[in-house]
């Protein structure tokens, strides 16, 4: 079945940085395009990424733009989501997912990110 | 990238039906029938219920439908029970090749 884990997220303070993992499994990796959403405590979902197959088109969120920076790894079946320049306001619970043609149908479980001094 | 238009809250009694509303413009759900909803529980990850505007991924109740009508998407549950009880979300694909999501709407029953 497929399966999708986050990990690497945990406490950072302003201005920092932290590497986020998504690990896929039960379905080829290297077909797919990836995403990244989050959601901040309380709050709504917000998409932050996306990466083609072979990660020749990346797209971010105007938010993020400049700071994160997304890739994948095809022969782990891993995609990445480095953040850098952390601020307060991106603390959320982060969400890969798998974009089976325009719609987004399996997520992880999620894994967050708190930003505080 | 503004989100789309959804209202905060809506409720209903079981049995009943009820809709959701999502407003977006011609650069996102108007432009492209690219519309999903998700349902998300408290403390879970979101769940794809309705796809490409009106498709149900497979074991998803047909309970819940999906229409669109110009800039803006619908989502109807009919007979609803208590474990419908969740947020909503719409999202939409947009011109500059991003994605946008709802602000959600939470369905209480009543």
């Known amino acids: 079945q497929v399966q999708l884990v986050e990990s690497g997220g945990g406490l950072v303070k302003p201005g920092g940085s932290l590497r986020l993992s998504c690990a896929g499994s039960?379905?080829?990796?290297?077909?797919?395009?990836m995403n990244w959403i989050r959601q901040a405590p309380g709050k709504g979902l917000e998409w932050v990424s996306f990466i083609s197959t072979n990660a020749n088109r990346i797209q971010y969120a105007d938010s993020v733009k400049g700071r994160f920076t997304m890739s994948r790894d095809n022969a782990e079946s891993s995609a990445y989501l480095q953040m850098n320049s952390l601020r307060v306001e991106d603390t959320a619970v982060y969400y890969c997912a798998r974009d089976d043609g325009y719609y987004l149908e399996y997520w992880g479980q999620g894994i967050l990110v708190t930003v505080s001094s | 990238q503004s989100a789309l238009t959804q209202p905060a809250s809506v409720s209903g009694s079981p049995g009943q039906s009820i809709t959701i509303s999502c407003t977006g413009t011609s650069s996102d759900v108007g432009g492209y029938n690219y519309v999903s909803w998700h349902q998300q529980h408290p403390g879970r990850a979101p769940k794809l219920i309705i796809y490409?505007?009106?498709n149900r991924p497979p074991g998803v109740s047909n309970r819940f439908s999906g229409s669109k009508s110009g800039n803006t998407a619908s989502l109807t549950i009919s007979g609803l029970r208590t474990e419908d009880e969740a947020d909503y979300y719409c999202?939409?694909?947009?011109?500059?090749?991003?994605?946008?999501f709802g602000g959600g709407t939470k369905l209480t029953v009543l």
């Open positions: 039960g379905f080829t990796f290297s077909d797919y395009y």
């Open positions: 999202s939409s694909y947009t011109s500059s090749n991003t994605w946008v």
């Open positions: 490409v505007v009106y």
